[in-house]
């Protein structure tokens, strides 16, 4: 399941307590979302997915965390570097990071001073990640770029997993660009032009999607992941499992049940976590 970090879901204690009760109900994960801020209204409450992540490793055993995604470009690669570790040995080697260029350029960027161009964030985002891979060698390691630089650092201990905390990337679709970057990493987020929160891109979209991504991957055989943030009701099996298996199809790993004030009232969004997800043994 994924779940925002803004307006009422901006307090890490009940973010916590929503991890422990879709771990207890059958998910397979839990997604964060990483704002500091939304353009459409910056005085609305948000929290910060890092800690909130960070007390869900500590209550939870099977279920894997994540957040997503962090925008990269607003952050210190190296500090970013150090808190997936700490996130991967306190989950016991359950974290993945999202990365992409983020929203909110206005109140997430222009604001404190940050450059919102959407060019320049990418730039940062791919030097971040350059970064980020460098660091979680265990080696030691420099970097020179235009908008950051690494002399002989030397960053231990390494993740728990191997050979590294799994990176997804986020792009909007159509861009192209974001999809060849996910390409280099072990997954894709792929958000749709036009599709708004609350509703899902089709199987036909997604595949789309897949097949140019894994056109620029090649062929090296390592394990990559699709994840789609997605609507199910969690009421009918039978129904669940049509509605997912065309996406599994497509090639989806990851059905990300999005919640949010888009579903209603909080409420509604514990039940529908209670209820356990839909039927995803369909997924690769």
């Known amino acids: 399941m994924g779940v925002p970090n803004v307006r009422e879901y901006a307090d890490p204690r009940l973010l916590v307590e929503l991890a422990v009760e879709a771990e207890a109900a059958g998910w397979d994960g839990v997604f964060v979302w ?22 869900m490793a500590v209550r939870t055993r099977r279920v894997r965390l994540g957040i997503m995604v962090t925008p990269l470009a607003r952050r210190r690669p190296w500090k970013v570097a150090r808190e997936a570790v700490a996130l991967d040995v306190l989950s016991g080697g359950r974290f993945t990071l999202g990365v992409g260029l983020g929203g909110g350029p206005s109140a997430e960027f222009a604001a404190f001073g940050e450059d919102p161009d959407p060019r320049v964030r990418a730039e940062r985002l791919d030097e971040g990640l350059a970064i980020l891979d460098g660091l979680w060698s265990g080696e030691p390691f420099s970097f ?35 999809f060849r970057r996910a390409a280099r990493w072990d997954g894709v987020f792929p958000v749709f032009e036009g599709v708004a929160g ?41 129904a669940d499992a049509a509605l997912v298996a065309p996406y599994a199809e497509a090639g989806l790993t990851w059905w990300v049940e999005a919640l949010g004030w888009f579903r209603g009232p909080l409420d509604v969004a514990r039940e529908r976590v209670r209820r356990g997800p839909p039927a995803t043994s369909v997924l690769a």
């Not at 002989?152 to 679709?173: K, M, S, T």
């Not at 089709?202 to 990559?224: K, M, N």
């Open 198 to 238: 609350g509703e899902m891109a089709t199987p036909e979209q997604l595949a789309e999607v897949v097949s140019y991504t894994r056109e620029h991957r090649g062929a090296d055989g390592a394990a990559f992941d699709v994840a789609l943030e997605c609507v199910s009701a969690g009421e009918d099996s039978a």
């Open 34 to 55: 990483d704002h500091i801020a939304r353009d459409e209204d910056p005085s609305h409450p948000a929290t910060d997915s890092w800690i909130a992540v960070a007390g």
């Open 144 to 178: 020179e770029g235009e908008h950051h630089r690494v002399s002989g650092a030397h960053f231990r201990p390494p993740a728990l997993q191997e050979p590294r905390v799994p990176i997804w990337v986020a792009g909007r679709w159509p861009n192209r660009r974001p």
